[in-house]
């Protein structure tokens, strides 16, 4: 395989990626349950007690490309949250699942929980009886490209929550401090292309265009990373950025998902246009702004639509590890049930529950069918 295909990085399991892996397993292990959480409580006049509280969504059907750590991550929360889960992974990572699922089966039968994972066929062939087994599977979750998103929900008879592709904006205000600003686009870019979160266009204001080099110039030198760049960034970088790695931008340029070393940049002259055209073209993964102008980021925060938005920080902090949850399902873009990264939290749902001693509602009177 091309070492520069985004598949590449994703396949990759090195051994400091499953030392993460561990790490990540190890902490999911420590947090608190999710289930059996008294979400509200009421005691009505006649004295019945009314009770919401959380329990497991059931079995958890995912469908996901490439990453065989979503098989490490999937299993340790769905065990956690009391959930079952069927697997359904690509051929790209067929060997490395199927030997994953081994050794987690192998302590599984140690405590007779060995159904609670199932790993289906990577034949395509094998995804619709999955996305057809309503009544069998609560809920699927899609997890790759966003055709495989759009396949399922499209496809599905399951209910499915979407983890979308990441269209990733920051806007560089004029007001940014510099360094910060170099530091956060270099990390978002260029920390791991292969990744939803990672940083697809940069906005920048027109009053710092002399900057913009000096913002970006570890990507030229030390990433060669391509830019795609409009009219006014691309005169301010001619003469600077290496020539084989800059280019005039088109239309589809924006709205990009690269995952490579590739990245768009587009001029605006405020905050409000940096709005208007993340608005266009943001897929509502997670957008970031950098300023020193807090009426600017206040602006920026209140009026972006996306599950993770950020003032003066990497895009890349778009991970249920680094917000505390262990680990993650993936991040729904979606806003009905969950939004974000996905953990414990999200794998559960609630029942009410009425506790009494005898209490029935009044009869109907004469003529009421209510």
């Known amino acids: 395989m091309d070492t520069e ?43 019945l007690l009314i009770s919401r509280i959380t329990v497991p969504l059931g079995v958890v059907g995912i469908i996901f490309e490439s990453r065989p750590n979503v098989t490490f991550d999937v299993v340790a929360l769905c065990l956690k949250s009391g959930n079952a889960c069927v697997l359904k992974g690509s051929r790209d990572a067929h060997f490395s699942n199927i030997e994953i699922v081994r050794v987690i089966q192998e302590v599984l039968i140690k405590y007779g929980l060995e159904n609670s994972v199932y790993l289906a066929p990577s034949e395509r ?28 929900r499209l496809h599905s008879k399951v209910p499915t929550i979407e983890t979308g592709a990441g269209i990733v904006h920051t806007y560089v205000d004029k007001s940014a401090d510099l360094n910060k600003a170099a530091r956060i686009i270099v990390n978002a870019k260029a920390r791991r292309v292969s990744v939803c979160n990672a940083l697809d266009c940069l906005i920048i204001h027109e009053e710092i265009l002399d900057n913009l080099y000096r913002i970006i110039e570890r990507l030229d030198t030390e990433f060669n990373t391509e830019i795609f760049a409009d009219n006014n960034s691309y005169s301010a970088l001619k003469g600077k950025y290496r020539d084989q790695f800059l280019h005039e931008s088109t239309e589809s340029d924006y709205g990009r998902e690269f995952l490579s070393y590739k990245m768009s940049i587009k001029t605006v002259a405020n905050v409000e246009e940096a709005i208007e055209h993340i608005h266009e073209y943001s897929s509502g993964h997670s957008e970031a702004i950098i300023t020193e102008d807090k009426e600017q980021a206040d602006m920026f925060v209140d009026r972006i639509d996306a599950a993770c938005v950020y003032v003066n920080a990497s895009t890349a902090f778009s991970d249920g590890a680094e917000f505390g949850l262990g680990a993650e399902i993936g991040i729904s873009t979606q806003k009905l049930h969950a939004r974000g990264p996905m953990a414990l939290e999200a794998l559960t749902t609630y029942k009410w529950i009425g506790r009494g001693d005898g209490q029935v509602r009044d009869e109907i009177s004469e003529g009421s069918r209510v």
């Open 125 to 152: 062939e094998m995804l619709q009886p999955i996305l057809d087994a309503r009544g069998l599977i609560d809920v699927i979750i899609p997890r790759g490209s966003q055709s495989l998103i759009e396949h399922v």
């Open 5 to 47: 295909d985004p598949k590449y990085d994703r396949l990759l399991l090195t051994p400091e990626r499953i030392r993460i892996i561990s790490d990540q397993i190890r902490q999911v292990a420590t947090l608190e349950s999710p289930l059996g959480k008294v979400l509200s409580e009421y005691q009505r006049p006649d004295g």
